[in-house]
Nanobody, 120 residues
Framework: VQLQASGGGLVQPGGSLRLACAPS????????MGWYRQAPGKQRELVAS???????NYADSLKGRFTISRDNAKNTVYLQMNSLKPEDTAVYYC???????????????WGKGTQVTVSS
């Protein structure tokens, strides 16, 4: 199973981007999904997560600007990012707990990351 993220890029301050991430390969179920980010010289941090039922959790500093959602029919998680700031510049990583034949109770999978750069 591999997680494929898309939607990153260069945006001006105040702009918006929407990230998407979906797994490829064979699996049984997807449990929690989420987004993390890592800025240069900093540790990776949680941006937001969402359960299969739609319960969400956000980093306190991002509440109100970022929105996580998922389409279970498409096995896809989204991150809508609005009012972007230069300090949001980072590599954004998709994360999902996925059950497969080998890991029946689920295993954490990570995408390769997509670069988001906020700059004028």
């Amino acid at each position: 199973v591999q997680l494929q993220a898309s939607g990153g890029g260069l945006v001006q301050p105040g702009g918006s981007l929407r990230l998407a991430c979906a797994p490829s390969g064979t699996f049984f179920s997807i449990y929690a999904m989420g987004w993390y980010r890592q800025a240069p010289g900093k540790q990776r941090e949680l941006v937001a997560s969402i359960t299969t039922g739609g319960s969400t959790n956000y980093a306190d500093s991002l509440k109100g600007r970022f929105t996580i959602s998922r389409d279970n029919a498409k096995n896809t998680v989204y991150l809508q990012m609005n009012s972007l700031k230069p300090e949001d510049t980072a590599v954004y990583y998709c994360n999902a707990e996925i059950a497969t034949a080998k890991y029946y109770y689920g295993m954490d999978y990570w995408g390769k990351g997509t670069q988001v750069t906020v700059s004028s």
